[in-house]
Every structure is written in C-alpha cells, then in structure tokens.
C-alpha cells in the first residue's frame, strides 16, 4: 500500500456508539466538566494537564480540540454515556501530516466513570473508525507511561500488542520519562 495523502478527517455522522458510549464532537458547555474531571490527580499523573486544572484549562482544551479537528492533527471526542449522555471522559488521534499512515490514540475517563471498561470501548469505536476512513492508515500506536497498568490494560483488551519500552521518549512536564510502545496494525486480527 501506498503511502497516503494527509487529509483530516470529517466527523462521523451519525456519532459513533456502541450503545454504552457515544463519542461527539466536545462543545463549549462541557467545560465544567472537564475542567471537574481533569483536576483529578491521576489524570495529572499520566497526562501532562495543568495542575492546578480550572475553567480556562478546559476552555483551552476546547479550542485545541476544535483545531485539531481543522488541521487533521488531532481528532478529538467527548465519551458520553450512551443512556444519560453524561460526559465521562474525552479520547482523540494523534496525526501528524508528515507520517499518514500512522496514528495514536490518547484518552482519559473521569474518576466516577472508571473501572466500568468504558475507555476500552470508546478506543475500539475511535480505531476503527480511523482505520474504516483512511486504507493507507496502517499502524495505530498507543503509548502509556511505565507504571501506568489501568492504561496498558485498556490497551490490550482493545486489541493493542505491547511492543516494548521506549526510554527516556515521551515529553513529560519538564523532562522525557519511559514509556511502553503499544500498537495495533490495521492488518491485526479484529482491527
Ligand atoms: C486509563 C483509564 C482511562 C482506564 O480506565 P478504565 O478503563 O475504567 O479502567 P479500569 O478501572 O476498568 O481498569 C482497567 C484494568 O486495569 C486494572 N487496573 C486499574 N487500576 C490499576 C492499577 N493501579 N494497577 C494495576 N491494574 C489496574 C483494572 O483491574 C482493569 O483490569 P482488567 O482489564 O483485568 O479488568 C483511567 O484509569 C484514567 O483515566 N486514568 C488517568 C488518565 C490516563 O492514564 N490516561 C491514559 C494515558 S496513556
């Protein structure tokens, strides 16, 4: 397969559910919840938010996730929950216009709404619908820092193989720390 030309994707219509989770487009009035969910320390542990995490950190997510959208860069949902379309957490792809044919994928639940298996569904939903818009996407990679076992769980029950640890990589506040490679191939089974 060739690789692809870059172009970003349009947003699913209808949104993409399971039935238990609805990925949508994040909107300006999800802010208090976002800015309620990511003040969590352990959101803060694995991702580098801002801490302490306010309303206009949310609001800045917001404007990031609108423009990547635009750019292609960095799609970006809302998980709500399927019955009462409550916002429990966000996930995206990474892009970069540069690599097409490979992606990441980058999520977070609100506290109340984990250990319920949401953020596995909300990344299978997210991975095929980005392997099922782009045929030259071939390699979905997901990266967690080490030591972050919830994270690396959600990968593999969603299809991801553990490929090994990459030192010193991710950007993490002020330093580059260890982080565990996971990937899915389009060419996996169930992908
Ligand atoms: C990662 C995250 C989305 C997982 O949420 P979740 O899917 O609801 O996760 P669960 O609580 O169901 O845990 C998933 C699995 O990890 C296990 N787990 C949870 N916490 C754990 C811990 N501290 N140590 C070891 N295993 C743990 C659970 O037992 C479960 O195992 P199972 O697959 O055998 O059932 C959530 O913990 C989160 O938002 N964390 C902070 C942000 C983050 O780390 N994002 C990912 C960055 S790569």
Redesign the pocket.
């Known amino acids: 397969m060739a690789i692809p030309l870059f172009r970003p994707f349009p947003p699913p219509e209808p949104p993409l559910t399971d039935g238990i989770v609805i990925l949508r487009l994040p909107r300006d009035a999800d802010a208090p919840a976002i800015a309620a969910a990511c003040g969590d320390p ?2 803060a542990r ?2 580098p938010v801002p801490v302490p995490y306010g309303l206009e950190d949310a609001r800045a997510f917001l404007a990031a996730a609108g423009a990547g959208w635009a750019s292609g860069r960095e799609p970006t949902f809302v998980i709500a929950d399927a019955t009462s379309r409550e916002l429990v ?1 966000a996930v995206a792809v990474h892009r970069h216009p540069d690599e097409p044919g490979k992606a990441a994928v ?4 609100a506290p109340q709404a ?7 569904r909300a990344v299978r939903l997210i991975v095929r619908w980005a392997f099922g818009l782009e045929a030259g996407l071939v390699r979905m990679e997901l ?2 820092l080490v030591g ?4 690396g ?2 990968a593999l ?1 969603s299809g991801f193989v553990r490929e090994g640890v990459l030192r010193r990589y991710l950007p993490f506040r002020d330093r580059l720390v260890d982080a565990v490679m996971f990937a899915r191939l389009r060419d996996d089974e169930g992908a």
Not at 114 to 120: I, M, P, Q, V, Y
């Open positions: 352990e959101i694995w991702i957490g980058g999520y977070w639940l984990r250990g319920r298996g949401l953020a596995t990266l967690t972050n076992e919830a994270s769980r959600v029950r």
